[in-house]
């Protein structure tokens, strides 16, 4: 049975209501992907069941919608996995491939569809907020060595999920973006007191931007408190009630306990702990690659971003 991580349950509940679905598609997912959806008709599925190859209890978040290609109208599935690991799971892919299968069985077991009717289009989607970038691989088939002629590579497995990782997008590119859920991303990134401030105001002004401003400040408000309590802030949560209207309040808050923080030299060893989290990502992914047994010290040290002296260090080490 897997463990859920605190953020999960934050998220989880974000991604129970359409606008943030609506949010993440129409700024992260791909744009010719997201044109053709009518989010009108978002629908929520999200349930949970026993995967029987990792006897884990999964609680998908699952939405659909309608979309429209060719004149043709279908109702696809978004499969959303939330991922908050502070390391990179290098069997993401299979994981995957075997979630959707069970999902698939879900729908028959369920007569949400039959054979006859056919299995509904899905599209995977992996959130991560790791400190350490992603660096699995995406598509199964990119774990299948040696590379076959192409007759043989009909008979492989073939499923890519669409990775969305937090941490790759910059400030100015989660404020280009400009929505609510853009603004969450914004502060989960921040690296520092400065930057938690700066993205608190980027998402108040966006709250302020949105038809809904009334409804989403009530949940982003509830998910922020929550947030300030995994980082330790020093905060006066119980006065804080609205995101828009307790701005300048929380601005203080958060400048004293940042100033607090100075003082007691926390935050240049938050730094410094993020910085080694980064590195003990990669090594970890490549200690995940090494067991596989299908790619080179090249290859790895390519996908990891180490060097090939610590890609061999490692076989070196796992092979005493």
């Avoid at 997912?29 to 069941?49: I, R």
């Avoid at 043709?72 to 299968?101: C, G, K, P």
């Avoid at 690659?289 to 990891?304: E, M």
């Amino acid at each position: 049975m897997t463990q859920h991580h605190p953020h999960d349950t934050g998220y989880r509940e974000l991604f129970s209501h359409p606008e943030f679905v609506q949010q993440l598609l129409e700024g992260f997912a791909p744009a010719e992907v997201v044109e053709l959806m009518d989010f009108s008709t978002l629908t929520n599925h999200s349930g949970h069941y026993i995967t029987p190859l990792f006897e884990e209890k999964i609680e998908d978040v699952v939405w659909s919608l309608e979309v429209q290609w060719r004149g043709l109208r279908r109702r696809v599935f978004v499969y959303l996995l939330l991922e908050f690991q502070s390391r990179v799971d290098a069997r993401m892919s299979i994981r995957m491939l075997h979630y959707v299968a069970c999902f698939y069985d879900h729908l028959l077991k369920t007569r949400v569809t039959t054979l006859r009717r056919g299995l509904p289009p899905i599209l995977p989607i992996v959130l991560y907020n790791g400190s350490a970038r992603w660096s699995a691989a995406t598509d199964i088939r990119a774990l299948i060595h040696p590379k076959l002629p192409a007759f043989w590579e009909s008979y492989q497995p073939h499923l890519r999920y669409y990775l969305i990782d937090e941490g790759a997008y910059g400030p100015e590119q989660l404020a280009a973006i400009g929505s609510p859920l853009s603004g969450v991303f914004g502060i989960e990134t921040a690296s520092d007191h400065r930057a938690l401030q700066a993205a608190v105001e980027r998402l108040a002004a966006s709250l302020r931007r949105d038809p809904n401003q009334e409804r989403l400040d009530r949940l982003i408000t509830r998910w922020l408190k929550r947030h300030l309590q995994r980082l330790g802030a020093e905060v006066d949560l119980e006065r804080i009630h609205s995101l828009v209207e307790d701005q300048s309040m929380l601005a203080e808050n958060l400048e004293h306990w940042a100033r607090r923080e100075r003082e007691a030299g926390r935050l240049e060893g938050r730094q410094e702990g993020r910085q080694e989290g980064h590195q003990e990502g990669r090594l970890e992914t490549a200690r995940n690659l090494l067991k596989l047994g299908v790619l080179s010290d090249v290859q790895i040290a390519q996908v990891t971003g180490l060097s090939g002296e610590q890609v061999r260090a490692l076989r070196e080490a796992d092979q005493h």
